[in-house]
């Protein structure tokens, strides 16, 4: 087997003594070439290198979700091929590794190349599902390109949290679980729109749902992780299924002390739920509208603002070595 191991030499939790532990595990299984990625979208270009090349037939991403996610934007490029395409493995590298845990791999980067390596020799893996969210026609948005997300997306309020995170990493601070909840709370203050949504969900042959403040779209479950702690804001949420999403249209203090609860005791059979939470499952193709720009964030990367986004729900769209 040919592989191409591509490594975020910046991801949160694996030294370069680690990495080169890592790498000499995994070259004794296979013919292995490791690339260090070098600049933001550097492994999305060597994903697509992949999907084009004829002799690799497995990507392999060490690093967070952040790293995951350009492989896979890499890879379908040319769109889904699950048959043809080289497979993907992952090895968790990042703070949270929503992708790979959701997966069922140890979070831990030695275990779940143990791991890996068994599911190699014995044949393993999977076909799932992704996210696919693009610029909707006739809109200020429609020249943005379409982009894949393995595990979920978010319009508004959850993509401000990313945006100050992001912000903050910039400034020299660690991705913490402490840094995302200040954010949560600084959001939550400076939050314009919260007790008057301004996005509108749009589904073929359906009534809109207007006036949400928040709106998470989950490809599988948990949502995220809270340390080992999972946490399910769509607990019916699958790789098997299409996209569920779950909106909330009122966000005062007593609205988010209630589903802020609701997250962090939520669990596989139940999520957050009130006359103000819309939970919507298996959705194939469906619209966010804005009346003002809010921030979109994909896999944990802020990507900007936006006031219309599509997505489409793609059944089997990718190959995983699990």
């Known amino acids: 087997m040919r592989a191409l191991l591509v490594v975020n030499p910046a991801a949160t939790t694996t030294s370069a003594r680690t990495r080169d532990v890592l790498i ?6 296979m013919k292995l070439e490791a690339v260090m990625t070098q600049y933001r979208g550097h492994a999305r270009d060597l994903g697509r290198q992949a999907a084009e090349s004829e002799d690799i037939d497995l990507v392999v991403a060490l690093g967070g979700d952040g790293t995951v996610n350009e492989v896979v ?19 968790p590298g990042g703070s949270t590794n929503v992708f790979a845990r959701a997966l069922g791999l140890p979070n831990d980067a030695v275990e779940a190349t143990g791991a890996l390596l068994d599911a190699l020799r014995e044949g393993s ?24 997300f393995t595990f979920c997306a978010g319009l508004g309020f959850d993509a401000g949290v990313i945006g100050r995170v992001e912000q903050q990493r910039e400034r020299g601070r660690r991705s913490t679980h402490a840094l995302y909840l200040r954010q949560v709370v600084r959001q939550f203050l400076d939050e314009p729109h919260r007790r008057h949504g301004t996005i509108t969900l749009e589904r ?19 949502w995220t992780f809270l ?62 509208h804005s009346k003002v720009p809010l921030p979109l964030q994909m896999d ?16 089997r769209a990718l190959r995983v070595i699990v």
Request: charged share 20%; with cysteine.
């Open 24 to 29: 000499h595990a995994l070259a004794s299984e």
């Open 125 to 148: 893996e999977r076909t799932i599902g992704l996210g696919r969210a693009s610029g909707v026609p006739g809109t200020d948005d429609e020249s943005v390109s379409a982009r894949w």
């Open 204 to 222: 073929p042959g359906e009534e809109p749902v207007t006036d949400l403040v928040l709106s998470i779209i989950c490809n599988t479950s948990p």
């Open 227 to 288: 340390g080992n702690r999972p946490v399910y804001a769509s607990p019916k949420a699958s790789f098997d299924t299409g996209l569920d999403i779950l909106g909330l249209s009122r966000m005062s203090t007593a609205a988010v002390a209630r589903y802020a609860t609701q997250l962090l005791t939520s669990s596989p059979e139940r999520g957050p739920r009130g006359k103000h939470a819309v939970s919507l499952h298996d959705l194939t193709d469906f619209t966010l």
């Open 73 to 91: 934007n890499g890879l379908l490029h040319h769109g889904p091929d699950p048959d043809e395409l080289p497979g993907l493995a992952v090895v």
């Open 300 to 315: 944990g990367d802020h990507l900007g603002l936006r006031t219309s986004v599509a997505f489409t729900g793609v059944r």
